[in-house]
């Protein structure tokens, strides 16, 4: 069954640096999101993706956060110089229709 | 914007018993209601979803139910079992043909007691 992969499972930063997190959606999906959970409360919406440009993006999405798809497979999240309260799981999900299917995540915490 | 609410945050149910999950919205455009399972270290997984033109819909031992008037959707499962362990999770959003962020409920951790 295809599947979304994200990579790394676990990121430890310095607080100030940048950090890129990764992510390998399923091949034949054209709309891409990121989503963050920062620890015991819900899955909030960072931003969608969709024919190499943003197509929404929450508040917490802000000039410190960018997004890429730089070879047509890999889909990235980079926060530029990480904070204290980035520290969540950050979940890449394609889409294809209705359902979006969600990678594993990726840990991240800042220190 | 959407703002989706879930109850309860735990639950605990005796294995074979039922579990009942109730969430509600508020954006009266939304129309696909998705629910997720998230076990530990992975990430949601689709379980069952309804759109709003229907009032229930089953899948096995998972059941979802539908109250557009009301703004609320339950999700149920009946005879429980020890890997329906998880956190559970609603969401919400206008299903526009794909593109369409979801919005997530804060979450049930369900417990299956053997």
């Known amino acids: 069954e295809p599947e979304v992969t994200q990579t790394p499972s676990h990121q430890v930063t310095q607080m100030g640096q940048e950090v890129i997190l990764r992510c390998v959606p399923i091949s034949n999906h054209l709309y891409f999101y990121w989503y963050r959970q920062i620890l015991g409360q819900k899955v909030e919406f960072l931003v969608s993706f969709y024919n190499n440009e943003i197509s929404e993006k929450s508040e917490i999405f802000d000039d410190q956060f960018s997004v890429e798809r730089p070879d047509g497979s890999n889909f990235t999240l980079k926060i530029r110089s990480t904070k204290l309260e980035d520290s969540a799981m950050y979940f890449c999900?394609?889409?294809?229709?209705?359902?979006?299917?969600f990678g594993q995540g990726t840990r991240l915490t800042v220190v | 914007g959407e703002n989706v609410e879930q109850h309860p945050s735990t639950l605990s149910v005796q294995e074979g018993d039922s579990a009942v999950i109730k969430c509600t919205y508020s954006?009266?455009?939304?129309?696909?209601f998705p629910w997720y399972k998230q076990e530990l270290g992975k990430g949601p997984q689709l379980i069952i979803d309804i759109r709003s033109n229907v009032g229930e819909k089953k899948d096995q031992r998972i059941a979802v139910t539908l109250n557009k008037t009301a703004k609320h959707f339950s999700l149920h499962i009946t005879e429980t079992q020890p890997e329906d362990s998880a956190v559970y999770f609603c969401a919400a959003n206008r299903d526009l043909l794909g593109n369409e962020k979801l919005t997530f409920g804060t979450g049930t951790r369900l417990t299956i007691i053997p």
């Open positions: 954006d009266s455009a939304s129309n696909y």
């Open positions: 999900a394609s889409q294809q229709g209705t359902e979006a299917f």
